[in-house]
């Protein structure tokens, strides 16, 4: 069975700081890769996925992500965070004959003034 | 579309009652998932359906829990007897093979606090 790690619990950064998030699955076959983002209070929302093409996916606000295959990775980058980003990010993959989305544990990102 | 609608938002009871948790997912969607979050264990999946069947409900934690699926546009999921240990946000996710290739769009989630 399939398996995310997200390395980094919590992360704390200042205001125009950049930012990347670590997330490594551990799945041999073809894989879906997710970001979802949950503000505080809120429901989860798609950031980006990547299917196929383009290893480097670009999502809302400004985040993208790079898959590397033969690392196995799915990192989340912004070049400059606000603090509106202070927030849960959540790494999650499927494989692609099945729907079921195995999680990360999440990285809680707090972005000071 | 108005999205994965779930009620109640937020749910207070006692231990020993029963606790029912509803969903209505997007219309159109085939597959609808049950997730449950807490401080300590994070995101976890309870159970899923496609096309109104149960296709693993292995991470369901004891047969305290059930969920149904009478039709394509509403679910439950039910706790009887609920116990402290119960409390967390209970999310409801739907998504369509295919059409939005696999991506689950979630609901706001169901706070449920049992005493």
């Known amino acids: 069975a399939q398996s995310v790690s997200q390395h980094n619990h919590h992360v704390i950064l200042s205001e125009a700081a950049s930012l990347e998030l670590g997330c490594n699955y551990s799945?041999?076959?073809?894989?879906?890769l997710f970001w979802y983002v949950q503000y505080p209070g809120q429901h989860l929302q798609l950031l980006l996925k990547y299917f196929s093409g383009d290893p480097l996916v670009k999502g809302i606000k400004g985040f993208e992500a790079e898959f590397i295959k033969s690392k196995f990775s799915f990192n989340l980058r912004k070049p400059s965070v606000q603090w509106s980003d202070t927030a849960e990010y959540f790494c999650a993959v499927n494989t692609g004959t099945a729907s079921k989305l195995t999680f990360g544990t999440g990285t809680r990102l707090q972005v000071t003034l | 579309d108005a999205g994965v609608i779930q009620s109640p938002r937020h749910e207070v009871t006692e231990m020993g009652q029963e606790v029912t948790l509803r969903c209505k997912p997007i219309s159109g969607h085939d597959y609808l998932f049950w997730y449950r979050q807490t401080m300590m264990r994070g995101l976890e999946l309870l159970i899923y359906f496609n096309n109104n069947v149960p296709i693993d409900d292995s991470g369901m934690p004891e047969d305290r829990f059930s969920a149904k699926m009478p039709n394509a546009s509403f679910s439950t999921l039910k706790i009887q007897p609920s116990e402290p240990r119960d409390s967390a946000v209970y999310f409801c996710a739907s998504s369509s093979f295919g059409r939005t290739q696999e991506t689950q769009y979630f609901g706001p989630g169901t706070r449920l606090l049992v005493l």
């Open positions: 799945y041999g076959g073809t894989v879906n």
